[in-house]
């Protein structure tokens, strides 16, 4: 019989940790031995742990300290717990930022059920899992296509000009539309776009609108 993988889910909504564990439950090879909403009452629930888990399904933005701040604490202090990132934040910038800290694989909040299985499986037989989208972050940036700094704020300041782009961008405006809306030339609001493109570490533009409206950068309507 394969031996239990003892995991723990720390998320601020509580909805998404009951899902996770109900689909866990369900394979018999899983574990949940602690649950946690925010960063310090991670580490006070690891370090009062009977279980040490090995395996942290780990959301990043949570109130009080993040899961970035709690990662980097983790890291140090046990080792030997693989962190798997479930987050809605996958730009590149912050893919780059939790690769550099440790983290054995990334996934988006909208992965399949069966790739969360998969990837924690995966981590805890090999002590890490990128599936393609890390796989394509971590190439870009070996070969310095596309380069952006690594992200661990999620505090991001965009110019008045950048914002105004951002929204007629998100209101689905050509950059011919942009320009004239504006007064500018279509170079300047190609600039502007790589330059937001830059600074939120997305892929492309489709990245830029998906990334705007799930922090309230824009507003719609």
Do not use: W
Not at 42 to 61: F, G, M, N
Not at 176 to 184: G, R
């Amino acid at each position: 019989m394969t031996p239990e993988i003892l995991v723990a889910l720390a998320d601020d909504e509580a909805l998404f940790r009951r899902g996770m564990r109900l689909i866990l439950e369900d394979y018999p090879d899983m574990k949940i031995v602690l649950e946690a909403e925010n960063g310090e009452e991670l580490l006070t629930r690891i370090r009062q742990s009977d279980e040490l888990p090995e395996v942290l399904l780990l959301d990043l933005k949570m109130p009080g300290m993040t899961g970035i701040e709690a990662a980097e604490l983790i890291r140090k202090e046990f080792p030997s717990i693989m962190i798997v990132v479930v987050s809605s934040h996958v730009s590149k910038a912050f893919i780059l930022n939790m690769i550099e800290i440790g983290a054995a694989a990334y996934l988006g909040k909208n992965a399949h059920p069966d790739e969360v299985v998969e990837t924690i499986r995966m981590v805890r037989e090999k002590g890490f899992y990128y599936n393609q989208m890390v796989m394509e972050v971590i190439r870009d940036n070996i070969t310095g296509r596309n380069p952006v700094k690594p992200q661990r704020s999620f505090d991001i300041e965009l110019t008045s000009r950048e914002k105004e782009v951002l929204q007629l961008i998100c209101a689905e405006c050509t950059t011919q539309e942009i320009a004239d809306k504006l007064y500018i030339s279509n170079r300047t609001v190609e600039g502007h776009r790589n330059n937001m493109l830059a600074k939120l570490g997305c892929r492309n533009t489709a990245g830029l609108v998906v990334y705007a409206i799930q922090n309230g950068l824009v507003q719609l309507g």
